[in-house]
């Protein structure tokens, strides 16, 4: 491989890795171009839960987990999952990409810069990538936050109308700043992965 190629790839994969805002254009003739941004679910937000499941559907392969505690997770199985071999009440270790925040938006009095309608567009027009090449769906969701974490670079959102608590991790550093300006109770938008199980199989 080449000295030119392996660097082109190097630069590549740190900025999917960041999970890049809109950058710089790369020339005059892109000048007018919607912004790129790139859908990679880091590594490192690979989770592994010992839980019982809750609700499986077939069709949709959506499944919920619930764990010892109570907790409940929201997953979409993934093409390795063998869901024959699961059913409602199994005690199963799931193996699962959480949320991630490719994009987020924080209430106007935030002062944090506005994402471009283009840069939202931009996101959802193109499936996130988690490790392995395995395509996830990116979805946009607006809602009240109701737990915050800058520290992890988290943040918890629901949809006031209800519907499930959506724990997000943002991973872009400019982004994780606007987490600084939020509160319990301002709305947010955001452009995030769901949570794809990689594994799920019976507990030991």
Do not use: W
Not at 46 to 65: E, F, W
Not at 127 to 142: L, M, N, W
Not at 143 to 148: A, P, S
Not at 191 to 202: D, F, G, H, M, W
Request: one cysteine or more; hydrophobic letters at 45%; charged letters at 15%.
């Amino acid at each position: 491989m080449s000295r030119s190629l392996s660097s082109r790839m190097v630069a590549g994969a740190l900025a999917l890795c960041l999970g890049a805002l809109p950058g710089v254009a790369a020339g005059p003739a892109r000048a007018q171009q919607p912004p790129t941004l790139h859908n990679v679910i880091p590594g490192s937000e690979m989770v592994m839960l010992q839980a019982r499941i809750k609700t499986i559907d077939p069709q949709t392969r959506a499944i919920t987990l619930q764990s010892p505690d109570g907790q409940t997770v929201n997953l979409v199985a993934g093409p390795l999952v063998r869901l024959n071999l699961l059913k409602e009440g199994d005690m199963v270790t799931a193996q699962y990409y959480r949320s991630v925040a490719f994009i987020i938006q924080g209430p106007k009095q935030s002062n944090a810069a506005p994402a471009p309608a283009d840069s939202f567009r931009a996101v959802l027009a193109r499936p996130a990538e988690a490790p392995g090449g395995i395509a996830v769906t990116v979805k946009q969701i607006s809602g009240t936050v109701i737990g915050l974490n800058p520290a992890a670079h988290t943040l918890e959102v629901v949809d006031p109308s209800g519907g499930p608590v959506y724990r997000i991790d943002v991973t872009d550093p400019e982004r994780q700043n606007i987490l600084k300006m939020l509160k319990i109770g301002d709305t947010v938008t955001a452009v995030i992965s769901e949570q794809l199980a990689v594994s799920i199989t019976p507990a030991k």
